[in-house]
């Protein structure tokens, strides 16, 4: 799992925020790796390689409905160049996955949640579209991970 | 009058973001202006009210390529105003996470953005289709570099295991010793990168400068020592803002930093480099001589082959220090509040980061003070984009705005810690 973005630039945290959720869910010691706030091309293959599948979440850049919710998954669907041009990355996503492509450093398989940001600006806390947005993602990450057989923590509540 | 315009809308291959303007008149440069919107002193209000101990959590979250050096000059500053020690043990820890960083920093700047410059690329990706050896290689040193954060600050990102007087928990023996090939590996292959880099076509670029950069009496500088300068500047930390000031220039939002009386100066690896060549290692001394540098680096197109040395360095270093690796018996002294102020320099990959924090007898951050090196070389950026444009005014505009781009791409700068955005636009009259 990798979120992208930082979460003290308000929306741009909403990948954060979905990882804190699955925190709350998944069993410690598990076959699942968390990454935050990777914030360049060669960061992000790294973290990838290797994996049978991996989930990125991301903000995408305001301008259109927020919280709207894009889910690529790569092996149908092309990632958009400017996917994740929303914070300060240097090179991004996209650079992650054709340099990845190029070096055959990519995952088995690899599925992006882009969520439309209401803002980025400096300051802690989701706006409420994205908010709500990130429960939704939360909920399709975790149907997604059904085929890995992952049981909730036994202590696990509510996901915030 | 005729005005050319030229705009680009973003600089590509530097972190975050930033708006360049040239104006030209009559054959001669009037004005350049790097203009870095940054966002209002975010972390620093941020801090104000939070608990000490809260500060290494918060301060690694400035900047997701360096968070190491965020947290190392915000533990020594605090510690500094609590009045506590760490055990060497803890020191060499904490340079053992420092050579970390430098690697995975400095090869990621190295490989994905200043390469394709000297190769003629546009970017890593059109590199990376000509070069995948190149790249991959780059991509295992990052790893390497990112491998030893995990083992030490807990994970590669936003370490979570440094704490004010130390760490939560001390990596096992065996943890290190696991990663002594990786290192070997490494050190070889910043060897192949120095000789490589070595064979590259760089312009033509020398001007005086003003580096400054820190100083100990034993061992290539990260986390301690004095401030030193190419014109004498001997001091200790804390004199600090004695000797440098920051200010509000109109064309920018980024605080420009000088030194009082005397100007513009100049940090990062060609700084630590040029007054430093006494703590090279022998193998690094004699790549820097093979490579030309043996009086010293005064063009910053050349910066790419100070990083290789500097990641040799670094990987040297580390594997003395894994060798040398005794876990120690504690691994924090226990802060105990007091009021008090508390400075620390340490250098950054990208050149010293000065942090001064006033904390309350309740503990509580009173007021934080973060001097990143991007912010203490903006100035400089700017009088050498005023000499660089001024000596190539016959070209394009569009190999110009390349080599002006390039040109800050010598520095690193690391703008996401202080800025937002950037466009370029060179005005001809």
């Known amino acids: 799992m990798l979120a992208l973005g930082n979460r003290f630039r308000r929306d741009d945290g909403i990948g954060a925020h979905v990882l804190d959720m699955l925190r709350t869910q998944l069993p410690d010691g598990g076959t699942i790796d968390l990454?935050?706030?990777?914030d360049d091309a060669l960061g992000i293959i790294a973290s990838w390689e290797n994996a049978a599948l991996a989930v990125v979440i991301d903000a995408a850049r305001p301008g259109?409905?927020?919280?709207?919710i894009d889910r690529f998954d790569h092996q149908i669907d092309l990632i958009p160049h400017d996917l994740a041009a929303c914070s300060s990355h240097g090179l991004g996503l996209a650079e992650a996955v054709r340099l990845g492509e190029l070096l055959g450093r990519m995952p088995e398989r690899l599925i992006v949640y882009a969520v439309q940001a209401q803002s980025i600006g400096n300051g802690t806390g989701l706006s409420g579209p994205v908010l709500l947005a990130g429960r939704e993602v939360f909920s399709r990450v975790w149907n997604d991970l059904q085929g890995f057989n992952i049981a909730p923590r036994e202590d696990a509540g509510r996901a915030v | 009058?005729?005005?050319?315009?030229?705009?680009?809308d973003y600089l590509a291959r530097v972190e975050g973001e930033g708006a360049l303007h040239v104006a030209i008149d009559a054959g001669k440069v009037e004005s350049v202006r790097l203009e870095i919107f940054e966002p209002p002193r975010f972390f620093e209000a941020f801090l104000r009210g939070r608990q000490f101990v809260e500060t290494p959590?918060?301060?690694?979250?400035?900047?997701?390529?360096c968070p190491v050096a965020y947290q190392m000059s915000s533990v020594h500053a605090l510690e500094n105003a609590l009045g506590l020690e760490v055990s060497e043990q803890v020191r060499a820890l904490r340079r053992l996470l420092y050579c970390g960083e430098w690697i995975e920093s400095h090869v990621l700047h190295m490989f994905m953005l200043h390469a394709p410059d000297f190769l003629g690329y546009e970017g890593s990706i059109e590199m990376a289709r000509d070069h995948p050896e190149l790249v991959a290689r780059g991509l295992e040193l990052k790893k390497a570099g990112n491998a030893l954060i995990r083992a030490i600050g807990g994970r590669e990102i936003h370490p979570v295991?440094?704490?004010?007087?130390?760490f939560y928990k001390a990596p096992e023996t065996s943890v290190l010793r696991e990663l002594r090939d990786k290192m070997l590996w490494a050190r070889d292959a910043a060897i192949t990168t120095i000789r490589w880099a070595s064979q590259l076509d760089y312009p033509e670029f020398e001007r005086q400068y003003e580096y400054v950069a820190m100083s100990h009496p034993h061992e290539y500088p990260m986390n301690e020592g004095r401030l030193v300068s190419s014109a004498g500047l001997d001091i200790a930390v804390d004199a600090y803002e004695e000797h440098f000031e920051e200010i509000h220039v109109p064309h920018s939002t980024a605080l420009h930093s000088t030194l009082r009386q005397r100007g513009v100066y100049f940090v990062g690896p060609m700084a630590r480099f040029n007054l430093n060549t006494s703590r090279l290692t022998p193998i690094a001394a004699e790549l820097s001589a093979e490579s030309g540098l043996d009086r010293g680096?005064?063009?910053?197109?050349?910066?790419l082959l100070v990083r290789g040395l500097e990641v040799l360095l670094a990987c040297e270093e580390a594997i003395r220090l894994i060798d040398a690796y005794e876990p120690p018996v504690d691994?924090?002294?226990?802060?105990?509040?007091?009021?008090?102020?508390?400075?620390?320099?340490?250098?950054?990959?990208?050149?010293i980061l000065f942090h001064r924090y006033e904390i309350a007898d309740t503990g509580q951050i009173r007021l934080a003070k973060i001097v990143p090196p991007t912010s203490q070389n903006q100035a400089v950026i700017e009088q050498d984009l005023r000499e660089l444009v001024g000596r190539n005014l016959a070209l394009a505009d569009e190999p110009l705005r390349h080599l002006c781009e390039q040109s800050i791409r010598n520095y690193d700068p690391c703008i996401s810690c202080a800025t937002h955005f950037l466009d370029l636009h060179v005005d001809r009259r």
């Open chain 1, 35 to 38: 990454f935050e706030r990777i």
């Open chain 1, 64 to 68: 259109r409905e927020a919280g709207r």
């Open chain 2, 1 to 8: 009058m005729n005005t050319k315009t030229i705009k680009v």
């Open chain 2, 57 to 65: 959590d918060i301060v690694a979250r400035i900047c997701g390529i």
């Open chain 2, 161 to 166: 295991n440094i704490r004010v007087g130390g």
């Open chain 2, 297 to 303: 680096c005064h063009n910053p197109f050349k910066s």
């Open chain 2, 331 to 351: 691994c924090a002294e226990d802060p105990t509040p007091r009021a008090g102020t508390g400075f620390a320099c340490t250098e950054a990959p990208r050149g």
